[in-house]
């Protein structure tokens, strides 16, 4: 689950300026509230109880809500993917027909919301009126689309789109049409990215020209787009990334601030807050203390400040408002009870071999005396994972047990070349990678051989079930809602990632060998320790069959195993009784496998043959 506000604005009033955005809500029932900064300093719910601002556009959604002026707010409920509008005193009401569309990535244009409309398997631009009325299709082009852009003077719009077999990492271009009398759009041009090249957001200069963040050198930089035929212009050609992979819609890496653009960038290391001049291509840092930016941006009006999210291995994230001029900070979101200081560990960013990691040593870890550790392998696999604030790896590092989060081959963050190492050896590198780092930290001394294990969520599951049946090193492997069956999930899964596996593996039926040969439910006979498997039982991204298989798999062969599932949960744990729950058992299960006693927590007991 991401705890951080997904998005962040800045809301002008005759009172001063107000800050908006959205939290996760675990105790009720995982829905995600809208909140507003007042200018006198006071936080206040938006969304009233029961009302969820999230949408499954493409399964992972995306930007679901925008404030209106006057303190309304226009949101996707995720109850029945309506669109809603709700004004001051008053209750939401629908503005969209009930049916099967979804809404995501929202924009507000005169007294419409213009947004991507997913019906079924189709996507679409569409202006939405305010007031109910029947929505328009502005754009109809690629199988898929998001980052919906009106020129500054309306008579123009930007988007970036792909096509299957390609993910919106691979290749994504930016186009540009003319908006007719009737407001829709005419013939496009793409004027950047393409196959080899994907753009990553795109925001209006002026009515010539784009900002983009796009890689063809290989990095996601900032770039110049305009409409005249130039080539597009580098503004800060380094080996950074200023955007990532858009696995959600509406992310925001950088915005505008006047004639400057403040911007996310750095690596999966550390993202820093920066204000760019694109004359000159210098960056100046504002982020402070902290070391990791989310892609939530938001410049005021007059461009002298910007609301941002950001974070810090010892601080969780924070709506900070960041006075351009100054340099000075400003906390705005209401502070988190955190637990004592001394119970969070410290992380090291390390390379094993080319492999890059994050070590969290655990507590009470003694110089030459080696500790149980467990490989966290992230999710995507197109994804890494952030050097933050995180509760998750605190529960398992003050009880003595080391985290290693792994950023293997196919991570983002660190370049095309590195994220491409995984084109085609999914099951191969990323399993030698989290190899290599725990055998780096055995030869290092930190970690007990005897006592290392992996775990992971969706593609990180994946990994981990993988590893458990084609290495010997891991002693036991934890997978949340993880794939096991690449063939099956290829028939499975939905649209967005239907032919992610094309890449990742190879296209089916050519190279379905390859397929055969990964698979952990076909190889789990070779399991080196035993499985605890969770799952969703609404996911619509991995069937609960994934895991149900590789168990009978498993149980088939003699090998042991614990299954829990969770009503309710989709692709990720949402509900606070839910994410105890997980943490818990998967506390037991490393009890069980390193050795250890867990009295506080349930007990878990692992079937099939001892």
Known sequence: ?????????????????????????????????????????????????????????????????????????????????????????????????????????????????????????????????????????VVKAQHFIFNPRVSPGGGQIAWIGYDHPAMPWDGASLCVATLREDGTAGPHRVVAGGPQEAVAQAEWRDDGALYAVTDPSGWWNLHLVTLDGTPPRNLAPLPEEFGDAAWKLGYQWFALAGDRLVTVHGTADGKRLGVLDPATGEITDVGGSYT???????????????????????????????????????????????PDPAVLPTPRAMVFDGVHAHV?????????????????????????????????????????????????????????????????????????????????????????PERVAIRGGSAGGWTSVAALVHSDVFRGAVAHYAITDPEGWARETHDFESRYLDGLIGPLPETRQRYLDR???????????????????????????QAERF???????????????????????????????????????????FGFPTPEVPPLALKGRT
């Not at 989709?570 to 490393?590: D, K, N, S, V």
């Open 1 to 137: 689950m991401d705890d951080r506000p997904f998005w962040v604005e800045i809301v002008p009033t005759s009172a001063g300026e107000e800050v908006w955005w959205d939290e996760p809500r675990p105790a009720e029932g995982g829905r995600r509230c809208v909140v507003r900064r007042t200018p006198g300093g006071a936080v206040h719910d938006v969304l009233p109880p029961g009302w969820n601002a999230r949408n499954r556009v493409i399964e992972y959604g995306g930007r679901s809500w925008r404030p209106l002026p006057g303190g309304g707010l226009v949101f996707t409920n995720w109850h029945d993917q309506r669109l809603y509008v709700l004004r001051p005193g008053a209750e939401p009401l629908p503005i969209t027909p009930a049916g099967v569309s979804r809404y995501a990535d929202l924009v507000l244009h005169g007294d419409e919301v213009w947004c991507v409309r997913e019906t079924e398997d189709e996507r679409d631009l569409v202006a939405v009126p305010l007031d109910g009325g029947p929505a328009r299709v």
């Open 292 to 338: 990791y930016w989310a892609p939530a941006l938001s410049v005021s009006p007059g461009g002298g400040a910007v609301a941002a999210v950001g974070g810090s291995p010892h601080k969780p994230y924070e709506v900070v408002r960041v006075d351009l001029s100054t340099g000075g900070h400003e906390v705005l979101s209401r502070p988190r009870e955190l």
């Open 360 to 448: 969290y040593p655990p507590a009470g870890a003694v110089d030459g005396s080696p500790s149980p550790y467990v490989m966290f392998v992230h999710g995507g696999p197109t994804g890494s994972s952030p050097m933050v604030f995180d509760l998750e790896i605190a529960y398992f590092t003050s009880r003595g047990i080391g985290v290693a989060e792994v950023n293997y081959g196919g991570s983002t963050g660190y370049g095309r070349a590195y994220r491409e190492r995984l084109r085609h050896n999914w099951g191969i590198v990323d399993v030698r990678d989290s190899e290599t780092v725990a055998r780096g930290l055995i030869g290092a001394g930190l970690a007990d």
């Open 519 to 545: 698979s952990p439910t076909l190889h789990a006979g070779r399991a080196s320790g035993p499985a605890l498997l969770m799952h969703g039982l609404e996911d619509a991204i991995v069937d609960p069959g």
């Open 551 to 593: 168990i009978a798999a498993l149980d088939e062969h003699g090998g042991r195993w614990a299954y829990l599932t969770f009503p309710g949960e989709q692709h990720g744990w949402r509900r606070e009784e839910t994410i105890i729950a997980a943490l818990e058992a998967e506390l037991a299960f490393y009890g069980l496998i």
